[in-house]
């Protein structure tokens, strides 16, 4: 009696959930029977590729599926009630005080036109918890000292845009606990975050665990699921197809789709490898050999190898000399320089790919954007193809010839792309400088979608039909169209799920392996970087600390800084997945299919 009496009270208790929308996927379930209980306490995972159904489960526990969602369930309870019984007032109640929602993207979230104070505030105003405006501000400035915000008084007063991407997020995280909420939902809350401010954000969220609050953590990273996780759910095409404690589905896990995400992840022996080819197969272990025992049976990964790359030139496509970049500040600190860039060197040779790391704000960006050519430097200079490319009397008309030999494949490529074009239309345009009659162009950007594992019936599709791993490889499609020397790549896999990333490397290294061509490579996720570079260059506060073979900077690294993001990349990444590939050697080739 005494321990039931002290077991952690259930807060979310669902079976058989079932989600549809009349006249959408041919009528058919989005979210097929799915069990789901959080507990006071509890972090439970859920993962899986885009559109497994993890974030519509998610949002349906806050009343937030659709207005058109037909929503099923053998049992359905919120708190202790049958949420299917409840009105919109009953859901408006439930919403900040029992359960707050985290998003994956803090400053599309946060409303750019009020202070982050006020937007931490709403809920309190809300919901009426606060007696008067000094009692609330007094909880709001509390509320950001609790998610580790230094300065509330300050920050308080700030808006969105002007906070780093790391307290952008600890804000939204404030803003989802400021009632004190039993529940916290956090969608992706880490994507696109450098390592070093995703474990900051990931101890806040242990933070609210140790104190009794459950967490449902929705992620298709399964690193940081390890790390803060007690049980994951893995769904894929709108079911539970794995479910367990975090150690049994990641140890050993039980369903084919499982393994595939688990063996899809780039780590130190996946480099030269096909990542989208991994599997998991059983080996008989040594040791239990040894013994005289019945041989024990152990998982290891196994991956095709990419196809052997050319030795990189010496010839030097671009090279970056001393540049600098300085900004003034805006607003209470005007008048003082921001230093984005200081005297950055480098040389990207044919043929290369050297990959650039480091923490939001270290300048990667400004970095690329010069080397593009569409922000000037302060001070230094750069050479493309050895032609001046900026500077004092370099102008966008006297770049025009070599324009086409230097692309750019984005983050985002539905930003980028015209919605109102097809993607013959952006093929088209993308081929222009080749000066192709209409036939040739249309041969050849079939050719180009049939390299990135597309065909010819994506012609007339428009990017928002697109997925997106099918907009990436357009993307790709698109920078290669000019044939170009060298390709700036901008976080071009930091929203995409495992397999699909995986997908995406496996193009960008065959590519690039059979065309030679040389990739500037920017990244937070440092094992992403480790599985393609040739040599890395780590940025810190637009600096770089450390540059070097890109095996030797991960293996022993020499900065302090460089030290740190190797620490603060979660555990899982830097020992599970090595060791699955290390423990048994290499597997026979006839093993590989």
Not at 65 to 87: C, K, N, T
Not at 439 to 444: C, G, I, N, Q, T
Not at 450 to 467: C, I, K, M, Y
Not at 534 to 549: A, I, N, P
Request: glycine content about 8%.
């Amino acid at each position: 009696m005494t321990g039931a009496m002290h077991e952690p009270k259930t807060l979310v208790d669902i079976r058989g959930l079932t989600i549809r929308f009349p006249g959408a996927n041919g009528g058919e379930p989005l979210v097929r029977d799915v069990d789901l209980s959080i507990r006071a306490g509890e972090c439970v995972a859920l993962v899986g590729e885009s559109g497994s159904g993890k974030s519509l489960t998610a949002r349906s526990l806050l009343g937030l599926a659709g207005p058109h969602a037909v929503i099923d369930a053998s049992q359905f309870e919120i708190d202790g009630r049958q949420a299917l019984r409840f009105s919109e007032h009953d859901w408006r109640s439930l919403r900040g005080t029992f359960a707050g929602l985290v998003m994956q993207d803090a400053l599309v979230s946060l409303d750019p036109l009020r202070t982050v104070g006020a937007e931490i505030g709403e809920v309190l105003v809300h919901h009426r918890l606060a007696r008067s405006r000094h009692e609330r501000r007094e909880r709001v400035h509390t509320v950001m000292q609790d998610v580790g915000i230094a300065e509330p008084e300050h920050r308080a007063n700030q808006y969105a845009h002007e906070l780093s991407g790391g307290l952008r997020q600890r804000a939204l995280i404030a803003s989802a606990i400021a009632a004190g909420p039993a529940l916290v939902i956090a969608d992706e809350p880490t994507t696109a975050l450098d390592v070093t401010v995703q474990a900051q954000v990931l101890a806040v969220l242990a933070t609210r665990l140790e104190q009794g609050v459950g967490v449902l953590l929705i992620s298709h990273d399964l690193a940081v699921v390890a790390g803060i996780a007690d049980r994951v759910l893995v769904m894929h095409n709108g079911e539970v197809v794995d479910s367990g404690t975090t150690a049994s589905v990641l140890n050993n896990p039980s369903h084919p789709y499982t393994r595939q995400l688990l063996a899809a992840q780039p780590s130190a022996q996946s480099r030269g490898h096909r990542l989208s080819s991994a599997r998991f197969v059983t080996t008989m272990t040594a040791r239990g050999q040894a013994e005289g025992d019945t041989p024990a049976s152990a998982p290891v990964i196994v991956r095709e190898p990419l196809p052997p790359r050319r030795a990189r030139s010496q010839k030097v496509v671009l090279r970056v000399d001393g540049i600098g970049k300085h900004y003034s500040r805006r607003g209470k600190d005007r008048g003082d320089t921001f230093t984005a860039l200081q005297d950055v060197s480098f040389e990207v040779h044919e043929g290369e790919v050297l990959g650039i790391v480091g923490e939001s704000g270290s300048g990667k960006s400004t970095c690329a954007n010069i080397v593009l050519g569409l922000v000037e430097p302060a001070a230094g200079k750069v050479e493309f193809l050895d032609t001046r490319w900026n500077g004092q009397g370099v102008s966008e008309r006297s770049r025009r010839d070599l324009r086409p030999r230097l692309q750019y494949i984005p983050q985002d490529p539905l930003s980028s792309f015209d919605p109102r074009h097809s993607v013959r239309q952006l093929l088209e345009e993308a081929l222009w400088p080749k000066r192709l009659s209409g036939p040739a162009v249309l041969a050849k950007s079939v050719e180009l979608l049939e390299q990135v594992g597309l065909n010819a019936a994506f012609l007339d599709r428009r990017p928002t039909s697109l997925s997106g791993g099918q907009r990436q490889r357009v993307a790709i499609a698109r920078a290669l169209a000019p044939e170009p020397a060298l390709i700036v790549c901008d976080e071009p896999v930091s929203a995409l799920d495992v397999y699909v990333q995986a997908q995406v490397l496996d193009l960008l290294a065959e590519l690039q392996g059979r065309l030679h061509t040389s990739l500037l490579f920017i990244s937070h996720d440092l094992d992403v970087v480790r599985h393609l570079s040739d040599r890395v260059l780590v940025f810190k506060d637009g600096r770089v600390v450390e540059e070097g073979e890109a095996e030797r900077i991960f293996a022993a690294p020499e900065h302090a800084y460089t030290k740190l993001l190797m620490s603060s990349t979660p555990a899982y990444r830097r020992s599970y997945l090595d060791d699955k590939d290390r423990a048994h050697g290499p597997v026979p080739e006839r093993e590989m299919s």
